[in-house]
């Protein structure tokens, strides 16, 4: 019996690991939304090298609203992390149009996290943790990362928070 549990917990284990990030992301529950265009005069990604430096995101909802308002004041940290990992989906998204496929990333190298917070709100790291733990998530441990996590008195649109991504990717 324990033998028999034990091939079952390492098939189990080897179906986990052979899973590709759409396949994670689909069996977490999570779909890939359309990109959306700049709102300014920038692009959504630059290639350099093997490195792609992504724009920064926020959170969209699927009406395709922003998710708006201040930490400590709006929202609470659950709220916000909820927010931050709205805002990891969007970067997909982003990944997944200009890749074609979100397994050639080789690893998400830094993250650059903006919470709108209030003056007294000190917890966003704790927010953008919802982004990082939707990295880990979707990559493994390529997801893990270097990151900042800062408050600021605003951000475009009223957005809650707004990420900066950039990803090491395979060569083609």
Do not use: C, W
């Not at 069996?27 to 430096?53: D, E, W």
């Not at 919470?115 to 709100?121: A, R």
């Amino acid at each position: 019996m324990k033998t028999t549990l034990l091939i079952l917990a390492l098939f189990s284990s080897t179906l986990l690991l052979a899973q590709t990030p759409e396949e994670k992301l689909q069996a977490a529950g999570y779909t890939l939304s359309k990109v959306s265009p700049p709102v300014a005069n920038y692009v959504n990604v630059v290639r350099s090298g093997n490195l792609l430096f992504l724009a920064g995101k926020g959170p969209t909802q699927a009406d395709g609203k922003y998710v708006t308002g201040k930490l400590g004041k709006d929202f609470t940290i659950e709220q916000g992390y909820a927010a931050a990992r709205l805002t990891a989906l969007a970067q997909l998204s982003v990944l997944k149009d200009y890749l074609g496929n979100l397994s050639r990333v080789k690893r998400v190298v830094k993250v650059l996290g903006l919470v709108n917070g209030t003056e007294d709100f000190t917890d966003q790291p704790k927010v953008i943790n919802g982004f990082s733990d939707m990295m880990v998530l979707v990559f493994g441990d390529k997801g893990k990362h270097a990151r900042s996590a800062i408050g600021v008195a605003s951000l475009p649109f009223g957005m809650a928070v707004e990420v900066e991504l950039i990803v090491e990717v395979e060569n083609d």
